[in-house]
């Protein structure tokens, strides 16, 4: 492979990336967004499969791990094959694609399946600081086979030294770390404050923070700071906003412009109807809604929407059609399509359980979305910045501080240490002392609360009968196989519930498991009567395993059931059509696509329990009559590739 991409020279961090790669070292790159990690992975990529060596290329979330299929089939066609929760294409080709999750399934359940590939690329390595997710990134590394060698590609880790000398600890393969700190296209930091366009953090303070500020007039409109960047010649433009409503609305906003020629018109209004005819989305109310914006060079792109429509507005994007979209950050995490500005909406943002500043980690994730390498000369970020929401303190301490460090977010689940306890017995509780949690925490003094927790659900497995004279029980054979969701099921497996249901009721179950309601988006609902008597049962099985956890010390107590769904699922396995039911819901059709296919997978990990085979059959048929049509993600993946 030359050492060349669209004819510039590589930057010494991606020649000392493959020089480690081609001694057979492991690596871990860590470097700003944007900056080329990417090619660092294709080039690994062409080696193995030059060398006859399968290699796995993980991700955290499935739509970035759709991508990579899509544009590594085009790369290496034929020799890719995707794994994820409800896509299952290619299983045995030398590159795999998997989203980290199913990574560590594969490592705890089934290691020899991995004896034929070598290499394993985890994109987005940071993200084992993920409070929800992260523990499985460290699980992967941990339980790492030892044939297998890894390439980490991450943003800026301040405390990579750290992170790399407990790798350092674990395994035994060498390991190369490499540091890059600029980037090839260096940024231009500008505020929109009171009205005015300033070029520096020191005349924010002045406008916006000053006690004269009263004197300072002018409403701080996302409209103005739109017509600033058509008059600099700064367009593309990717405009983060933390809310799907909020894109929008800025959207039909921007409608007031008209970032297009006529020919230019009407050669994307051709592409987007050509990909809606074949994606069998023309007719539908939001896709005529784009249609008028995208006519205009705008759009806007969030979880909410069908993920094909999604698909369509990206491929728009990459194609310089689209000249600003407004889009929810999850737009920033790995999907390659830069801009030459890049514009945050606001400087704060929910957190889950609490509303804070923005991380500068997160920040940066954004920010570096902007200046396209061999194109621009900089790329210009815009923060809005309203006074009422950001102290000044906030907004200084956002642009002088350093990245967060990555922190270990290890919390091994009831499915790990039922997995881990077949073949390591009460040993298992020796291999905390392997994780990054272990190697922080010897800096303090005490017990690790992550180790007590592991002893605490070791505890009561054994004394809900998961775990009897030193073995799994068949309930613990059933409880391994369902990650996330395995105590509540196995205890409807074990009180013989799951046998006795029917076949729409295991589809109204796997929903309601999968289910998270937004916060304050609540009404009471009245249910049919499939779910009403689900409802009282899991209530109680729930309330029981509460109980336990809570004796025991727990924090992090076992999901509820959440029924809001079940009458949509209920129709839909009834045949009715998705957009009949869509118009009875008031969740986005994005979401409701994303929640059935999650209900699908733990039909399918349900399946490879010890379930009579009477149960396993209605499992197949619910899977069968929600798996269609839009909910169908290979399907809708392999009509992506071949179009």
């Not at 299983?91 to 795999?96: E, F, G, K, M, V």
């Not at 920010?367 to 309203?386: H, L, N, P, T």
Request: with cysteine; proline share 3%.
């Amino acid at each position: 492979m030359k050492l060349t991409e669209n004819n510039f020279k590589l930057d010494k961090f991606q020649e000392k990336s493959i020089q480690a790669v081609e001694q057979g070292r492991s690596v871990l790159v860590s470097a700003p967004t944007g900056a080329g990690k990417t090619l660092i992975a294709e080039y690994l990529i062409k080696k193995c499969l030059e060398e006859s060596r399968g290699v796995i290329y993980t991700a955290p979330i499935k739509a970035l791990s759709n991508q990579k299929y899509r544009d590594f089939e085009h790369l290496f066609p034929g020799k890719v094959g995707i794994i994820t929760g409800d896509v299952n294409i290619n299983p045995h080709a030398p590159l795999l694609i998997m989203t980290t999750e199913i990574f560590r399934n594969r490592i705890l359940e089934n290691p020899d399946s991995l004896s034929n590939h070598h290499w394993v690329i985890f994109d987005e390595i940071h993200y084992l600081d993920d409070l929800e997710r992260g523990t499985v990134w460290e699980e992967s590394l941990i339980f790492l086979p030892h044939h297998m060698k890894f390439v980490g590609l991450s943003a800026t880790i301040p405390n990579i030294k750290e992170f790399a000398d407990w790798l350092k600890e674990i395994h035994t393969t060498p390991l190369e770390v490499i540091i890059e700190s600029t980037r090839p296209v260096p940024l231009r930091f500008l505020f929109q404050c009171r009205g005015k366009i300033l070029h520096h953090i020191k005349n924010v303070k002045q406008v916006g923070y000053s006690r004269k500020r009263g004197r300072v007039s002018g409403e701080n409109k996302p409209i103005n700071l739109i017509n600033h960047l058509v008059n600099s010649n700064q367009l593309p433009c990717i405009y983060f906003s933390f809310s799907r409503k909020r894109c929008e609305f800025l959207a039909k906003k921007a409608m007031q412009f008209n970032f297009l020629e006529d020919g230019e018109s009407e050669e994307i209004l051709t592409s987007f109807d050509d990909y809606c005819l074949k994606y069998n989305l023309d007719g539908d109310e939001r896709t005529e809604s784009l249609r008028g914006m995208v006519a205009r060079g705008i759009a806007y792109h969030h979880a909410g929407i069908h993920p094909m429509i999604k698909e369509i507005l990206e491929r728009l994007f990459t194609r310089r059609h689209i000249k600003i979209i407004f889009t929810t950050e999850t737009f920033a995490l790995g999907i390659n399509m830069p801009a030459r500005t890049v514009i945050l909406d606001e400087l704060r943002k929910n957190y889950g359980k609490f509303f804070r500043s923005l991380k500068v980690r997160d920040f940066y994730q954004m920010a570096g979305r902007s200046g396209r390498r061999g194109i621009d000369k900089e790329g210009f970020v815009y923060s809005r910045v309203d006074p009422r929401d950001t102290s000044f303190r906030e907004l200084d301490t956002l642009f002088k501080s350093s990245p967060e460090t990555v922190r270990s977010r290890f919390n091994a689940s009831y499915a790990t240490i039922l997995n881990l306890y077949e073949n390591h017995g009460d040993d298992l509780l020796d291999i905390y002392t392997l994780s990054f949690n272990s190697f922080q925490e010897k800096k303090r003094a005490g017990a690790s609360r992550q180790l007590l927790q592991m002893k605490a659900r070791l505890k009561i497995l054994k004394q809900l009968g998961y775990i009897h004279e030193n073995r799994l029980t068949e309930k613990g054979h059933f409880a391994k196989k369902i990650h996330g969701y395995e105590l509540p099921m196995a205890e409807l497996y074990g009180y013989g519930v799951l046998e006795e249901l029917s076949v729409r009721q295991l589809g109204i179950l796997a929903l309601a498991a999968v289910f998270e309601p937004r916060a304050n988006g609540r009404k009471k609902q009245r249910f049919r009567e499939e779910a009403k008597s689900l409802q009282r049962i899991t209530t109680a099985v729930v309330r029981g395993i509460h109980h336990m956890e809570k004796k025991y010390g727990l924090n992090d107590l076992c999901k509820k059931f959440f029924y809001d769904l079940s009458d949509s699922i209920t129709s839909w396995m009834k045949e009715d059509s998705f957009n009949s039911i869509l118009q009875e819901l008031k969740v986005d059709e994005g979401e409701v696509i994303r929640y059935y296919r999650m209900s699908i997978q733990i039909l399918r990990e349900m399946l490879e329990t010890p379930a009579s085979e009477i149960l396993k059959l209605k499992l197949r048929k619910a899977i069968s009559l929600i798996d269609r049509d839009v909910i169908d993600a290979e399907e809708q993946l392999r009509k992506t590739v071949t179009y």
